[in-house]
């Protein structure tokens, strides 16, 4: 069907003359009647009763004026929600976090960004890195929000923005040997560690810290899922772990654990926004990606 055609008639109406649709559509008269003329014949049936100089709708004209003015704001409604989609008003968003941002910054980040941005239907993921940058490769999710110490070298097709700096400290239970004390690093080698699943960026590091001063690969006595779970078994009286020290100072203020500061080792990581370079990311993204830039 014409639809430009079905759009002159309903302005025909809607106007109430030929001459006044000629106006409001910025055409001649004659090139309104040829429109008419052309849906009349596509339709197989006249729109209007013959009324002198008047314009009045026969019935299968009034059916397909209702039909047409429910066509017409269905397309406005459509153009609508494609304007609001493209500025980030609408849609949704699926976000990856591991597990530290997911816990201690997403909640924040997710509240300032629902109260500017209601109607975006957002998507939390979580887990460690490994899954993270498997999955924002992969295309599962339009972003990841990465606590790392560094980003492996084969996730160059990714574009990392440093948001924050994350301060760790490794920890013990409260009345610990090590307690509130400086002790070199191979000091603890034989402590029971309490740390993440592999895939996890702190356990990597842990690992790391010891091959670079060439000292043994420490022992995992509970291999925990979450860093608040390896923290709580500390305070619960058990072991050693390497954790931010925004989780941290709670248990400490609790009188749960205490930091244990191991000479000449002093580790920050950054939470990290990822993207893939190779696409661009959605308007509700792009919104969101500027609500945490402004965090910096």
């Not at 999955?135 to 924050?164: C, M, Q, T, Y």
Request: charged share 20%; hydrophobic share 40%; glycine share 6%.
């Amino acid at each position: 069907m014409n639809l430009y055609a079905l759009k002159v008639f309903v302005t025909v109406v809607k106007q109430g003359s030929v001459s006044g649709a000629a106006q409001r559509l910025h055409i001649s008269q004659p090139a309104v009647t040829i429109q008419i003329r052309n849906l009349e014949r596509e339709l197989g049936f006249s729109v209007f009763k013959k009324k002198g100089r008047g314009i009045e709708l026969n019935e299968p004209g009034t059916y397909v004026y209702n039909e047409a003015v429910r066509l017409f704001a269905l397309e406005n409604e459509i153009e609508n929600k494609i304007k609001l989609y493209m500025e980030g008003q609408n849609g949704s968003l699926t976000i990856f976090s591991t597990n530290f941002p997911a816990t201690h910054f997403m909640p924040h980040w997710i509240s300032q960004f629902k109260k500017i941005y209601p109607d975006i239907k957002i998507h939390i993921q979580s887990g460690n890195t490994t899954t993270a940058l498997e999955k924002l490769s992969n295309g599962e999710v339009d972003l990841a929000i990465i606590a790392s110490f560094h980003i492996p070298n084969e996730h160059e097709h990714l574009e990392i923005i440093k948001i924050l700096e994350d301060e760790q400290c490794f920890i013990v239970p409260k009345g610990h040997p090590f307690g509130s004390r400086t002790v070199n690093l191979q000091q603890i080698v034989e402590e029971g560690f309490v740390l993440r699943e592999k895939g996890s960026s702190t356990r990597e590091l842990i690992f790391s810290l010891f091959q670079i001063h060439q000292l043994p690969t420490p022992i995992i006595h509970v291999e925990v899922n979450r860093i608040e779970e390896a923290i709580m078994t500390v305070a619960g009286g058990y072991g050693m772990t390497l954790a931010p020290k925004k989780a941290v100072i709670p248990y400490i203020e609790m009188d749960l654990v205490e930091v244990v500061d191991v000479r000449g080792v002093n580790l920050k990581r950054h939470i990290n926004l990822c993207t893939l370079k190779s696409s661009s990311p959605s308007p509700s993204a792009k919104n969101f990606m500027s609500l945490l830039c402004n965090q910096r």
